[in-house]
């Protein structure tokens, strides 16, 4: 994995964003003092001794020369930005039926809904943007639309049937400088509004005024939003339904996406004015453990149910799902029940180590056949036999011990419902060929943050115990998968995994990548928390030992909370990587995001050989979700840093 | 009176008390190094015991040796009748019977005030939070920093800090506190707020062992002064005995360097 490179992006990310923060933070503690006059600014900035001067001129020169080139490339008759435009429902969900389309939507709307909650009930949310910087940037664009308009050369001459008119060299004929200038008239129009709109708000604004007027983040991007979704209502956003070999005739995108989109900004905008509204009552705090809960639940619900459709088998749900669950969660809870009692004592230790015996015993049999268990009762007796070896850290007075079996009936239920859908039959038969493109990629990224998480946590905490089974398991487990090449793993989980599982169960080749990327990922993370844990001084383990907590106790209070604190950059960049790698996915035959415009596209008969302009728009895409997320990991740990030191 | 025989050196009246530490031929080992030496000292129910000594003399070892923070080779620690072994469920009931404050604070940096000192209420005395939390609140105003409940440690002054770890360890309604210097950390003018509180715990009739290098406080507030050397408990005595009839060189010269 080209980690420099990623580090390199990631440094200059967090150096562009942190120098904007300083100029919020500097121009809000200083309203008095004025800022330069542009030509004075320039001069110190820019022209401030020969060799500034030199510099600032040659990598000037670079700059116009680089940005020619690239609008030369991007505007030349010779690209077929169609190719993208066209494929848009290829890049994003591939062969997905767009039947089903309401799903995805549905999917979508879930989570721009919780999205918007967050965003309303955040506490972390920053003074936003100065009109001094909206100013610049609509100067800055203005700008560089001017200057495109200028730089670009003029246009290849058509003949009336549309072919490119060639002069005697071969070298298409062009355009008069002035015709070209007229042709433009809309980017001319676009380029003048964005700057006289920054100008204005330069002139017309004080000077403090400009720098100490704040538009909240989330409503200035809100209106980005609105104004982006608008267009699909009265711009021409090309129609995808010419030709190619999987896509759907006859429909625009605007026709079949407008009322979808529009729905969604509305949902956002919703959920963020009710989550501002709900942030000022008194059960905030309660409502925003609610919310952060159900992040956690989203992707669960999103993937099984409303990506696929199950086909449930309700006799079997009643003689055996049913009851299974209930068993486990009125049973196991009565148990737990009786393990939280005060001053149990030797009894819970027997009962507890009784059911861990019985669980592993489970377990082993279940890999020579000799015992059939569902898989689903084996999993969850193995969790009810680790919860009751730890209960006696939660035994308390009666409301504390119902509240503990409550959560564990709860998770029985999720449990045990999402096994059920998993195993059921689907419609959608062959969910691999389906789900495709940018789907997967957002599919396989999510997976691995939520299975990667816990089991790297796991994994460090192990790696650092005393006991040195948990150790030395740890260190074997991480130092093998670091050892080995991630295609490796991919290939091995992809194509052999089937082999080694117990009969009678079963796993997809999508679940199976997911999984392999889980694991992988998660001893990368385990080695972050690792550094984390390392950072946490030996006083706060020995504060709290002669408080009287147990290891448990300590772990999760005090310790982890800690070191995952510290971890959060080495985290961040960890789950940036994997939502890059799922890229190799492509590698098992899965048609990821990035192989639907590197092969998909370029195979279609009308787009034959066009590959640039799909994989352009394809590092658009993931340069928008790593940005956005090194920009989230920043806001976080400066929330988080509130009283350190 | 053998000084050396440090049990032996409390007034009558504490005499009468129950022993609540029983320490009896120590023993502490770092790998070679010996750090402390056949440490023999019962300490008495409410009383305030002040441990001094040179750099390096095993003070801090000794100390959180009695609530194994530190775990001694031989010898016997008997703390409230429960004898310190390697069964961690003893360990357990005496730390939270045990109450600890360092010179480092140690305050948990991520939890805010109250819940530094609500934590272990709640999660080992089993206490409802709200309980927990009000008993907070009345332990800063006892602390005398009742409007600082909601800040974190790292927004307070170091006498603040100090005297958040006190209630913190209060909050576990401890029969025994142990201090391993309480102010070396802070700035002079700090000191005298967390000594304050210390004295107030001491007429309270708390349990205390004090390892500090503040003269006055051990002079007015102890009930008897253990002098220790290289491991080892040179000499032990009441205040008015330990500094104005002191029977042995080594704290004759450890006085007359630090007086
Ligand atoms: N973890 C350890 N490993 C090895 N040696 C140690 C360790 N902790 C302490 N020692 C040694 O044991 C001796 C006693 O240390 P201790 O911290 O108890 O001294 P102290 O009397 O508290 O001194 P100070 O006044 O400087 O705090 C010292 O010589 C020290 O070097
Ligand atoms: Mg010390």
């Not at chain 1, 972390?124 to 639309?145: D, E, H, N, P, Y």
């Not at chain 1, 370029?602 to 590959?611: D, E």
């Not at chain 2, 003070?59 to 031989?74: F, M």
Request: proline share 4%.
């Amino acid at each position: 994995m080209s980690s420099e490179l990623e580090h390199l992006a990631r440094g200059t990310a967090e150096l562009i964003a942190s120098a904007d923060e300083r100029e919020a933070e500097e121009a809000a503690s200083r309203p008095d003092e004025p800022s330069l006059p542009p030509l004075e600014w320039l001069k110190v900035n820019l022209f401030s001794s020969v060799l500034n001067t030199v510099l600032t001129i040659v990598f000037g020169l670079a700059g116009v020369l680089a940005y020619q080139r690239l609008l030369n490339w991007a505007f030349s008759h010779e690209r077929e930005w169609d190719a993208v435009r066209v494929n848009m429902r290829a890049l994003f969900t591939f062969t997905y039926p767009s039947s089903q389309y309401g799903r995805i939507w549905v999917t979508l709307g879930i989570v721009l809904a919780l999205a918007g909650l967050s965003l309303g009930l955040s506490r972390m949310v920053g003074q936003g943007f100065s009109l001094k910087r909206i100013s610049t940037w609509c100067m800055a664009w203005g700008g560089a639309v001017i200057a495109g308009i200028l730089l670009v050369q003029p246009h290849a001459k058509r003949s009336p049937d549309g072919e490119v008119l060639l002069d005697a060299d071969f070298e298409p004929v062009r355009e008069s400088f002035g015709t070209a200038m007229a042709d433009r008239g809309w980017w001319w129009l676009v380029g003048v509004i964005l700057f006289a709109v920054g100008l204005a708000l330069w002139v017309v604004l004080g000077d403090v005024k400009r720098r100490t007027t704040f538009v909240g983040a989330v409503p200035f991007t809100l209106g980005v939003l609105a104004f982006a979704v608008s267009t699909l209502w009265w711009f021409h956003w090309g129609n995808y339904g010419q030709q190619g070999d999987i896509i759907e005739p006859g429909r625009t995108v605007k026709d079949s996406a407008k009322l979808p989109w529009t729905v969604m900004w509305l949902v956002l905008t919703g959920a963020y004015l009710l989550g501002q509204r709900l942030a000022t009552t008194d059960r905030a705090g309660s409502i925003r453990v609610v919310v952060n809960f159900s992040w956690l639940l989203a992707p669960f619900i999103t993937f099984w149910v409303i990506l696929r459709d199950p086909q449930i088998d309700y006799a079997h749900v009643v003689s055996t799902d049913l009851p299974m669950a209930l068993g486990f969660m009125i049973g196991g809870g009565a148990v737990l029940f009786f393990l939280t009692k005060p001053g149990v004592g030797e009894a819970g230790r027997i009962v507890g180590v009784g059911l861990f015996g019985l669980a592993i015993f489970n377990w082993v049999a279940a890999f020579f056949g000799v015992y059939p268990m569902l898989q689903k009762a084996r999993i969850s007796f193995l969790l009810l036999a680790l919860v009751a070896l730890a209960a006696h850290n939660f035994a308390g007075e009666r409301s504390q011990r119902l509240r503990f079996v409550c959560a564990w009936a709860g998770v029985m239920a999720m449990l045990h419902y999402l096994v059920t859908m998993i195993n059921a039959p689907s419609t959608v038969d062959a969910p691999d060929e389906f789900v495709g493109g940018f789907l997967v990629t957002v599919y396989i990224a999510v997976f691995t943050m939520i299975f990667s998480f816990p089991l790297g946590i796991l994994l460090a905490l192990g790696r650092t115990s005393t006991l040195p089974i948990f150790r030395v398991l740890s260190t074997i487990y991480i130092e093998t998968v670091r050892g080995v090449p991630f295609i490796t793993i991919l290939f091995f989980f992809s194509t052999f995994l089937n082999i080694f599982l117990p009969d009678g169960m079963e796993i997809e080749q999508l679940a199976a990548a997911g999984l392999g990327f889980a694991l992988f990922s998660a001893a990368y993370l385990a080695e972050n928390i690792r550094g984390g844990l390392q950072a946490v001084r030996r006083g706060q383990y020995e504060a709290s030992d002669a408080l009287g907590l147990t290891t448990v106790q300590r772990t999760g209070f005090i310790v982890l909370p800690q070191a995952l604190r510290v971890s959060i950059p080495p985290l961040v960049g960890a789950t940036i990587s994997t939502f890059k790698e799922t890229s190799l996915l492509a590698i098992i035959g899965i048609i990821d995001f990035l192989r639907v415009a590197n092969s998909v596209i370029p195979g279609q008969t009308v787009f034959l050989g066009v590959r640039m302009e799909g994989l352009l728009f394809v590092c658009m895409i993931y340069w928008i979700g790593a940005y956005g997320m090194s920009k989230f990991s920043q806001r976080l740990e400066r929330h988080l840093g509130v009283g350190e030191h | 009176m053998s000084f050396s025989d440090a049990t032996a050196a409390v007034s009558d009246e504490l005499a009468a008390r129950d022993d609540i530490i029983i320490c009896d031929g120590v023993d502490k080992w770092y790998g070679d190094f010996q750090a402390l030496n056949q440490v023999s000292a019962n300490i008495k129910e409410q009383e305030v015991v002040v441990v001094l000594g040179p750099s390096g003399s095993g003070k801090s070892t000794w100390i959180r040796c009695i609530n194994r923070l530190e775990q001694h080779q031989s010898g016997r620690i008997v703390v409230d009748g429960v004898e310190l072994t390697n069964d961690t469920r003893n360990i357990e009931k005496i730390r939270s019977e045990v109450g600890m404050v360092f010179q480092q604070f140690n305050l948990f940096p991520h939890l805010s005030v109250v819940d530094n000192i609500s934590l272990a209420p709640i999660w080992v005395r089993k206490r409802p939070r709200a309980e927990a939390e009000r008993q907070a609140r009345e332990l800063l105003e006892r602390v005398g920093i009742p409007e600082q409940a909601e800040k974190f440690p790292g927004q307070l002054s170091g006498g603040q800090q100090q005297r958040v770890a006190i209630a913190r360890a209060l909050a576990m309604e401890p029969r025994i506190m142990l201090f391993d210097e309480p102010t070396s950390a802070l700035d002079p003018e700090m000191i005298k707020e967390v000594l304050d509180v210390m004295k107030e715990l001491a007429l309270g009739g708390m349990t205390m062992m004090v390892v500090t290098h503040e003269m006055g406080f051990a002079r007015e507030v102890a009930d008897r002064i253990i002098f220790m050397e290289s491991g080892e408990i040179v000499e032990a005595g009441t205040p008015e005995h330990f500094f104005t009839n002191p029977q042995e060189d080594r704290t004759k010269l450890f006085l007359s360097q630090i007086l």
